[in-house]
């Protein structure tokens, strides 16, 4: 059988709800159930909801973590760059080979061909997850860009080709 709400525990939630507490809270201090501190807090037209604490602590975690993958992003697109930048390098590879099974190493003024491909590789998921985490500003009107460049392009072609007389010298 439950213990009967007593005008003490009406006050006492009152008070501690006024103090900010939770619904969770206050039926462990007053050693009661969390039931019964929301009905007494009906009772008292009193609420527990926190929308407006639940929305500005949402948003500050999605401040937070956009601030987090623009971070990651620029590390990434930090990494692409190292990466890149090893394909010109020298290098040493080296391997075990021979009867004996010796380690030899070789000096290359750059990474081999398939070595190189790898870099490119691990360098466009590089790049690629970094303008998945943080796209590059301008990216919608991009297309426009280069549509404008192409047709910019197609119209100095067409004039220089006007201006060919079609002469064994090209000139």
């Known amino acids: 059988?439950?213990?009967?709400?007593?005008?003490?525990?009406?006050?006492?939630?009152?008070?501690?709800?006024?103090?900010?507490?939770?619904?969770?809270?206050?039926?462990?201090?007053?050693?009661?159930?969390?039931?019964?501190?929301?009905?007494?807090?009906?009772?008292?037209?009193?609420?527990?909801?926190?929308?407006?604490?639940?929305?500005?602590a949402t948003e500050a975690r999605r401040i937070d973590l956009a601030v987090r993958r623009a971070l990651l992003a620029e590390q990434l697109h930090d990494d692409a760059e190292r990466l890149r930048a090893q394909l010109w390098r020298p290098c040493t590879i080296g391997a075990f080979g021979g009867k004996e099974n010796v380690w030899?190493?070789?000096?290359?003024?750059?990474?081999?061909?398939?070595?190189?491909?790898?870099i490119l590789a691990a360098t466009g998921t590089a790049i690629e997850k970094s303008l998945k985490l943080a796209p590059a500003a301008g990216g919608e009107g991009a297309e426009q860009v280069t549509s404008l460049l192409g047709a910019l392009g197609e119209a100095l072609t067409r004039a220089a080709g006007d201006d060919d007389d079609g002469g064994a010298d090209g000139g």
């Open 1 to 56: 059988m439950s213990k009967p709400i007593t005008p003490e525990d009406r006050a006492e939630v009152h008070r501690l709800h006024a103090e900010g507490k939770a619904r969770n809270e206050i039926a462990r201090t007053m050693r009661r159930s969390p039931s019964t501190v929301s009905k007494i807090a009906r009772d008292l037209g009193l609420t527990f909801e926190r929308g407006n604490e639940v929305v500005a």
């Open 104 to 118: 030899s190493e070789t000096r290359l003024e750059r990474p081999t061909f398939g070595d190189q491909r790898q």
